[in-house]
């Protein structure tokens, strides 16, 4: 019976929820299946209540290596247009899974180790915030197969790194580690890899512990900001704060300051 391309574990204790791609005898690779059961994933654990953080991480000694290279071989036997409308159909399967992590209120950290390349790299930029192994390596990849980027991967690049860093590793396809990776602004932290998981669940924890509708409402302020003029931007700031000020976080935040204690949010 084949194995679920992607896994999914709730703890409502702590309202983290865990996604792991699971395909890791093929380096996790995007297929059809796993772009169905990532987007569904995602919708799961933006609706739930419980979830207050979203880890994302790959099984195995790699995050994702791209596409299914092998899959997309097949493909050639395939007459051009009936293989461009394939490859149609498989990106936007994809880019839902992107759409839900941008736009979800609530914080997704990425956790990588191994291979993060082609569409994984382009995942690994959607997320939130990023950890990274040691051994962690890098490449968009792209160029390698006589393509362009998908994933979001030329919209999330140049605003993470800066045009003429992003210019470098999407036409070069250069690979880098994971130092590099932090020097680029790509990654939050590096850490050994056995010490990934710790520093993963230490980090999703504190996310989990925070007020999660004012997070949500920052991630969505930070995303949109580029797209918006500095008037524009101070509005929904004050739209936002106004919003927050109305919420049992802000009560509870407001009243730990003063108390000089740590605050619970989310009645916890």
């Not at 399967?93 to 839900?100: G, Q």
């Not at 056995?194 to 999703?204: E, G, M, N, V």
């Not at 101070?234 to 009560?251: I, N, R, T, V, W």
């Amino acid at each position: 019976m084949p194995q679920n391309p992607v896994l999914l574990d709730i703890d409502t204790a702590i309202g983290i929820a865990t996604i792991t791609l699971n395909r890791p005898e093929a380096l996790n690779v995007l297929d059809e299946a796993l772009c169905a059961y990532l987007r569904d994933a995602l919708g799961q654990v933006e609706s739930d209540r419980h979830v207050r953080a979203v880890v994302l991480q790959g099984a195995g000694l790699h995050f994702m290596a791209g596409g299914d290279v092998r899959r997309f071989h097949a493909a050639l036997e395939q007459a051009p247009v009936d293989r461009s409308q394939w490859f149609e159909q498989l990106i936007a399967s994809a880019h839902e899974s992107i759409l839900r992590i941008r736009y979800m209120e609530k914080p997704v950290l990425a956790s990588v180790r191994g291979a993060v390349a082609g569409f994984g790299f382009s995942l690994m930029n959607s997320c939130d915030l990023a950890v990274a192994a040691e051994d962690a390596y890098f490449t968009m990849a792209y160029c390698n197969i006589g393509t362009s980027p998908d994933g979001s991967g030329t919209y999330g690049l140049p605003r993470i790194v800066g045009l003429r860093r992003a210019m470098e590793i999407a036409l070069l396809g250069e690979r880098f580690n994971a130092r590099q990776a932090h020097e680029f602004g790509l990654v939050n932290r590096v850490v050994p890899a056995t010490a990934l998981a710790d520093t993963t669940r230490s980090l999703a924890m504190r996310l989990a512990a925070g007020p999660t509708q004012a997070l949500g409402r920052t991630k969505r302020l930070l995303n949109e900001s580029l797209n918006r003029t500095l008037v524009e931007q101070l509005q929904a700031e004050l739209e936002s704060f106004a919003q927050c000020a109305m919420e049992a976080d802000f009560e509870c935040g407001v009243r730990a300051f003063v108390e000089k204690r740590t605050p619970l949010f989310g009645g916890r």
